[in-house]
């Protein structure tokens, strides 16, 4: 498991720019935290929702692509429990519920450092024949 850790601490931009960091990854399975900073707060003085959906999306990428092979979400949603506010850091646990050649269902309890639940997400994930690890090609910014 430790190269798709590898694969995603390092290829996954956008976790890495939120201060998401990838603790463990088990077939099936994954955790993540992050570490809350000013930039994850919104105007009401919470943690963005934005951010935590970040959080969750990015722990059940990790657990749905856990047997290296490719897998993509078709479909997520998220439920907010609580507020949470600066000064701590949220946990998120992927945990596979279903599986089977071609679709898996992970569900991703996100919570505080006082083990309080903070939301709850479920993402399903289609596979495709191909490894996680394939030479994707290099798509340029069409913004350039």
């Given at each position: 498991?430790?190269?798709?850790?590898?694969?995603?601490?390092?290829?996954?931009?956008?976790?890495?720019?939120?201060?998401?960091?990838?603790?463990?990854?088990?077939?099936?399975?994954?955790?993540?935290?992050?570490e809350i900073q000013p930039y994850h707060m919104n105007g009401a003085k919470?943690?963005?929702?934005?951010?935590?959906?970040?959080?969750?999306?990015?722990?059940?990428?990790?657990?749905?692509?856990?047997?290296?092979?490719?897998?993509?979400?078709?479909?997520?949603?998220?439920?907010?429990?609580?507020?949470?506010?600066?000064?701590?850091?949220?946990?998120?646990?992927?945990?596979?519920?279903?599986?089977?050649?071609?679709?898996?269902?992970?569900?991703?309890?996100?919570?505080?450092?006082?083990?309080?639940?903070?939301?709850?997400?479920?993402?399903?994930?289609?596979?495709?024949?191909?490894?996680?690890f394939q030479k994707q090609p290099i798509i340029e910014n069409p913004l350039r």
């Open positions: 498991m430790q190269n798709i850790l590898d694969f995603f601490s390092k290829n996954d931009h956008f976790a890495r720019h939120c201060g998401i960091k990838l603790l463990e990854v088990k077939s099936g399975w994954a955790r993540t935290e992050m919470t943690v963005h929702g934005g951010a935590i959906f970040t959080m969750a999306d990015f722990t059940f990428a990790a657990a749905a692509n856990s047997q290296g092979q490719l897998a993509l979400a078709i479909d997520t949603s998220i439920s907010f429990f609580k507020p949470t506010y600066g000064g701590t850091t949220l946990y998120a646990e992927a945990e596979e519920l279903s599986s089977n050649r071609r679709l898996g269902y992970y569900q991703v309890k996100i919570t505080d450092n006082n083990q309080q639940l903070v939301a709850q997400f479920q993402g399903t994930a289609y596979r495709k024949k191909e490894s996680l």
